[in-house]
């Protein structure tokens, strides 16, 4: 079965403090390895899909790397917008993701 | 951009009723989906829909189905609504095995 955990369950950043979440994960034949950003009361907002172990992709102050067994999400000099719920799910061999707890992301100006 | 839309943003209902959730997609994607949201236990797919009139069971497809009669259109049927169905739920739609796009959820409350 696939398993997908997220750490730490929640983090507080001051403005322009740079940290990183952890997705590590377990599946049998990885397809992708997707990012989602979720506000409260909203749906996931889809930010990266990560292909194969090396791969690294950049959106803002947001990158977001990949390992054999991880995944990590840097967020570098964060503002108050970037206060969300950072979500993780891997994909393995057919349409179905499973997903990660989440990290909750406060940052205070 | 892809846009989902579901039918409502709140609902609040009373135990034993019939629910209907609806989730509409404007991208021409074959592929459908609806999981619910709890604290704690992050998503779980409830059903998913590869093609019309075409479905799966999820992980946790106990007292629901679906209906998905036109492509763009993909209905969660709560048969007769129960507390612990409050939940927030979430439909997402994709092509083939890409990305799913998910629409703005619908916060759920049983009474």
């Known amino acids: 079965e696939d398993q997908v955990t997220q750490s730490p369950e929640a983090l507080r950043l001051q403005e322009g403090e740079s940290s990183s979440l952890n997705c590590s994960y377990t599946?049998?034949?990885?397809?992708?390895l997707f990012w989602y950003r979720q506000d409260p009361g909203k749906g996931p907002e889809f930010l990266f899909t990560l292909y194969s172990a090396g791969e690294e992709k950049e959106k803002e102050r947001l990158k977001a790397t990949l390992t054999k067994k991880e995944s990590f999400l840097h967020i570098t000099a964060p503002k108050p917008e970037d206060s969300a719920t950072y979500l993780c799910?891997?994909?393995?061999?057919?349409?179905?993701?499973?997903f990660g707890a989440g990290t909750t992301v406060t940052v205070r100006a | 951009d892809v846009k989902v839309t579901q039918s409502s943003r709140y609902l609040v209902k009373r135990t034993g009723e019939k629910v209907f959730l609806e989730c509409v997609q404007d991208m021409d994607h074959e592929n459908m989906f609806w999981y619910r949201q709890d604290p704690g236990l992050g998503l779980r797919l409830i059903y998913f829909?590869?093609?019309?009139?075409?479905?799966e069971k999820g992980d946790i497809p106990e007292g629901y189905s679906v209906s998905r009669e036109k492509k763009e259109r993909f209905s969660l049927i709560l048969e007769s609504a129960s507390t612990n169905q409050t939940s927030m739920y979430l439909c997402a739609s994709s092509f083939g095995q890409e990305t799913q796009y998910f629409g703005p959820g619908t916060r759920l409350l049983v009474l």
């Open positions: 829909s590869y093609d019309v009139k075409m479905k």
């Open positions: 599946v049998s034949g990885l397809r992708g």
């Open positions: 799910a891997v994909q393995a061999g057919d349409y179905k993701l499973s």
